[in-house]
């Protein structure tokens, strides 16, 4: 039988952010599609709750924080070679502008773009991906709005998403594609601990036409963009929003 374009089957993909939320919900739906998982995280309980979470054999662990050299370092050392990489890792910090201390604009700065750009770089050089590869970058509809509070973090995803276009045409001659999705508020720890309440929480997602999204949603996305399914497509950024820009 004729092996389905949409398929993982025979891929080796590194998935950052595996610990929680989108990052971990990506390493289920990868293996659920065949493919092994390098799965990383900072979180070794959490870690390993996503490594019992999927289908299939050979996928593997690594502990790393990624704003550290040591650990970034090692990482990349440790890697085969691959025909996929997702990056997920990321944080949330919602501060008004004229509130915003010069550190939360470096942490969320050097979480967000600065940690996924020095990997990206040390990874083509230490020569990981192989020809064909695709890579995806969760980035944020934060960018394309205005939504108070969100200077940092809209702005951090904002440069992730440039560095994934122009890193797009810098790998096309190898046939590497590079994406990212943008995706809306989907439901996953990230927003635990904002001062949100259960009201204001519930109101928002009535602006959503189809409501908030799923890990799922999003974990699906990305398969198709590291599927052959996708062959033709770089250089983009899916929008992921339930309808939300569109209405
Ligand atoms: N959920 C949404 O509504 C939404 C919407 C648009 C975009 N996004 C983006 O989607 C990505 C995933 O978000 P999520 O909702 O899945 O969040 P989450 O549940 O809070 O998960 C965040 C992940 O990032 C990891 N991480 C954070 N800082 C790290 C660091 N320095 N080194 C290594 N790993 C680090 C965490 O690791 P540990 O837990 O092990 O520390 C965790 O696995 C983020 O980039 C976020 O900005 C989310």
Known sequence: MMQSPFSLTDKTILVTGASSGLGRQTCIAISE??????????????????????????????????VNFEDRKQLVQSLPKLNGFVHSAGISRIIPLKYLTDDLLDEVHTTNFEAPAKLTRDMVKARVFMPSSSIVYVGSIAPMLGIPGQ????????????????????????????????????????????????????????????????????????????????????GTTMILDGGLICK
């Open 151 to 234: 200077c940092a973090y809209s702005s951090s995803k904002a440069a992730l998403m440039a560095l994934a276009r122009v890193f797009a045409m810098e790998v096309v001659s190898q046939k590497i594609r590079v994406n990212s999705v943008a995706p809306a508020m989907v439901k996953t720890p990230i927003m635990e601990g904002a001062a949100v309440s259960k009201e204001q929480y519930d109101l928002d997602e009535k602006s959503y036409p189809l409501g908030y999204g799923e890990p799922e949603d999003v974990a699906n996305a990305i398969v198709f963009l590291l599927s052959s399914a996708s062959k033709w497509i770089t």
């Open 33 to 66: 599609m065949g493919g092994k998982v390098i799965a990383t995280g900072r979180n070794p309980e959490r870690l390993e709750e996503t490594m019992s979470m999927l289908t299939g054999e050979g996928h593997i662990a690594h502990l790393a924080d990624l």
